[in-house]
């Protein structure tokens, strides 16, 4: 009996060992900002992002703080539209979304009639100004056409800004090869 009952615990915590593993290995990034007039932050405005490929859409309105947030976003590149009644809607374009990644937009809708429209080509996202980290996404692509010694993906390292290879050897003794980044 008590067998039975410690291959149950054991069975159930491994199952949750799992599932915890799974979480962490969302493919998802996270877009927010907050939209803003010529006199300040903007409650209420509609923002829609719609998946380039997918077309698929989601749509939130800014809070009381003019603040929006779509948490959880699919790898890809997007257009964000923000618009509010009295202002020209804002379309912001090729706003790229990497693997837990935060793209941040701070759109500044201008005063005019609805009908109006501005257009703003994001393109990739060259600063990271949320936080401190160097990250980047290797796609199948470039994966394929690298000439990686022996296939090794530690090697895709040296890809990232900052790091670079170093050999250290001393009289008689095998090299050791080292990877350098520097911040």
Do not use: W
């Not at 493919?27 to 992002?49: E, F, H, K, M, Q």
């Not at 749509?59 to 257009?79: K, R």
């Amino acid at each position: 009996m008590e067998v039975k009952l410690f291959r149950s615990f054991l069975l159930c915590l491994s199952v949750l060992a799992i599932s915890m593993l799974a979480f962490g290995q969302a493919a998802t990034g996270r877009l927010s900002g907050t939209v803003s007039g010529p006199d300040g932050l903007i409650a209420n405005a509609t923002v829609v992002v719609t998946d380039n490929q997918t077309k698929q859409s989601k749509t939130v309105s800014t809070n009381d703080q003019g603040a929006f947030s779509f948490p959880q976003l699919a790898v890809g590149t997007y257009t964000a539209t923000f618009s509010a009644p009295g202002f020209k809607t804002l379309s912001a374009t090729e706003v790229k979304i990497d693997v837990g990644k935060e793209y941040v937009l701070t759109p500044t809708l201008e005063v005019g009639a609805i009908e109006e429209k501005v257009n703003v080509y994001s393109g990739a996202d060259i600063v990271n100004s949320t936080n401190a980290e160097l990250s980047n996404t290797v796609s199948e692509t470039q994966l394929l056409g690298l000439p990686i010694n022996g296939r090794d993906p530690s090697s895709l390292i040296q890809l990232q800004p900052g790091v670079s290879q170093a050999v250290k050897s001393t009289d008689n003794a095998p090299r050791h090869r080292t990877l350098l980044a520097t911040v």
